[in-house]
């Protein structure tokens, strides 16, 4: 499955490298580099979960007892168990061997995008950027999200039990401190559902 996903990065960099060309050099902000990785994240987990058909329960238990001395169990939505929102935590860094660096050619944003859009056909964003050249083949993308949800799993797994509003903001900004909220794009954020898998700073 991984030189799956490495052949089909090298085939569709190779093909853009073509027609867009690479950005030869740039200074990365490591710590941007994280912030736009533990966005893609977020989305990512949050892609997961919308694909899950809402009327989906599971029945949970816990140790307290009713008045003939059974176990209480009550059902939730499969989206806001805790056990399954971990699964989803185990492999959502694979992801992030479909995502590349890469600065738009308009501006010079520094941005992380997904090569394939969700219909498996190439990202459209994709022609607005320059690709940043990367020996490790995005490798520290994977990374950076491993160690991410290493981190702040349980965080994670919160928000994401509460259905909490934004947690992009709230895990990224807030909690793990690894974005600034003045260095954030506003235009884009409110175009946000327009986006396909992208997060983006200034670089």
């Not at 209480?72 to 992030?96: F, R, T, Y």
């Not at 944003?109 to 459209?124: A, K």
């Not at 799993?153 to 690894?178: G, W």
């Amino acid at each position: 499955m991984l030189i799956k996903c490495d052949m089909k990065i090298l085939i569709v960099t190779f093909s853009l490298f073509l027609t867009n060309g690479f950005v030869k050099t740039a200074e990365i902000d490591n710590k941007l580099l994280k912030c736009l990785v533990c966005r893609s994240t977020v989305k990512e987990i949050e892609e997961e979960l919308a694909k899950i058909d809402p009327s989906r329960e599971i029945e949970i238990g816990n140790y307290r007892l009713d008045a003939q001395g059974n176990a209480i169990h009550k059902k939730i939505p499969l989206a806001q168990s805790e056990v399954h929102i971990s699964d989803i935590l185990d492999n959502i860094c694979e992801k992030m061997s479909d995502y590349v660096r890469a600065t738009y050619k308009s501006n010079g944003q520094l941005t992380i995008l997904n090569l394939m859009s969700p219909s498996g056909s190439m990202n459209p964003e994709m022609s607005k950027v320059d690709i940043i050249q990367d020996g490790d083949l995005n490798k520290s993308l994977k990374y950076y999200c491993e160690g991410i949800v290493e981190e702040f799993e349980d965080s994670m797994i919160s928000l994401f039990i509460r259905k909490e509003n934004d947690i992009k903001e709230q895990l990224c900004t807030n909690v793990s401190k690894l974005c600034n909220s003045t260095d954030l794009n506003e235009d884009d954020e409110d175009n946000e559902e327009n986006d396909i898998n992208e997060e983006h700073y200034e670089l």
